[in-house]
């Protein structure tokens, strides 16, 4: 059960890092993007490839496998769980 707890801790904070780069927040969009798109926190679908792509930078050492993880866990709506908030 440790194991699982530092897991979830360490996918939060690479997640929060990325969410609080702007990456994470729709990532970085041409100048003619009219409209801003919003988020959920976390959510991978609908990101611009480029955020996508940087999700890697927010590592910080960790093991690729946390993308992989953070990728099963947004697909299969577990995000909201994992972070402990209410659906």
Same mark, same amino acid.
């Given at each position: ?25 729709? $990532? +970085?969009?041409? &100048?003619?993007?009219?409209?801003? *798109?919003? =988020?959920?926190? %976390?959510?991978?679908? $609908? +990101?611009?490839? &480029?955020?996508?792509?940087?999700? *890697?930078? =927010?590592?910080? %050492? ?26």
């Amino acid at each position: 059960q440790n194991r699982v707890a530092s897991i979830r801790v360490t996918l939060l904070r690479i997640i929060e890092k990325w969410e609080q780069s702007g990456q994470g927040d729709g $990532g +970085r969009h041409n &100048e003619d993007d009219e409209e801003e *798109e919003t =988020f959920r926190w %976390g959510r991978l679908e $609908g +990101r611009p490839q &480029e955020a996508l792509d940087s999700r *890697e930078n =927010f590592l910080g %050492g960790s093991p690729s496998w946390y993308l992989y993880f953070w990728e099963m866990a947004d697909t299969y709506q577990l995000l909201d769980s994992l972070a402990g908030n209410a659906s």
